[in-house]
Structures are given as structure tokens and as C-alpha cells.
């Protein structure tokens, strides 16, 4: 099985800063594209950044300038630094990936993590 753990989101004040990280663990043979999406009440979840496994990045135009995604190959894990936060970024943020399993059938899906809330508030 494959699990993704997401973690640092919490309570932060308009204009303040965050780092989510999210890591990959389990019957894991590769993982290409990596990503972070977020859902607000009463809204659809949107994308928020996504990087493959070359590194190449894409933003969603709000978060443009603002948030940056990364990761380590090595440690199966992505990064987001959300910097100038605004009480709009209040959502819960979910981690997703696209992994091919280890087992004989190297079956490829998305997984996806349990979410992290991060709430942007005075």
C-alpha cells in the first residue's frame, strides 16, 4: 500500500508564512507528478502547484509569485512554502501524487493524502 502524510499547515496571520510537506511511504516503484491542491468551504477543490519528476513546476495564477513547490526525489516528498499569505489561501490543503506501485502488477494511480487545514486569520 502507498500512503501520503501531509503536515506543517496551521494558523497563521495575514501576510505570515507556511511550509507543507508531504511524504510518500510505502510499496512505492516510482512516482512522477506531484502536487498540492486545496479545498475552502462550500468550494471545489482547485489545483494549487504541481511539479513533475524533472522539476518542471505549474502554478495556479493566484498563488503565482507567492507560493513555490518543490521536492526530494530522495525522501519520495514535496514541499509548498506559502509566503504572504492571505485569509483567501484558508482552506485544507491535500497532497496528491501519481505512483506506480512495486508490486508484480505496477499498477499507476493517484493517491492522496489526508489534508492539512491551514487557516489564515488575525
Known amino acids: 500500500q502507498v500512503q501520503l502524510v501531509e503536515s506543517g499547515g496551521g494558523l497563521v496571520q495575514p501576510g505570515g508564512s507556511l511550509r507543507l510537506s508531504c511524504k510518500a511511504s510505502g510499496s512505492i516503484f516510482r512516482i512522477y507528478a506531484m502536487g498540492w491542491y486545496r479545498q475552502a468551504p462550500g468550494k471545489q477543490r482547485e489545483l494549487v502547484a504541481a511539479?513533475?519528476?524533472?522539476?518542471?513546476?505549474n502554478y495556479a495564477d493566484s498563488m503565482k509569485g507567492r507560493f513555490t513547490i518543490s521536492r526530494d526525489n530522495t525522501k519520495n516528498t514535496v514541499y509548498l512554502q506559502m509566503n504572504s499569505l492571505k485569509p483567501e489561501d484558508t482552506a485544507v490543503y491535500y497532497c496528491?501524487?501519481?505512483?506506480?506501485?512495486?508490486?508484480?502488477?505496477?499498477?499507476?494511480?493517484?493517491?492522496w493524502g489526508q489534508g492539512t487545514q491551514v487557516t489564515v486569520s488575525s
Open positions: 511539479i513533475t519528476s524533472g522539476g518542471s513546476t
Open positions: 496528491n501524487a501519481d505512483i506506480v506501485v512495486s508490486t508484480f502488477t505496477r499498477d499507476r494511480r493517484d493517491y
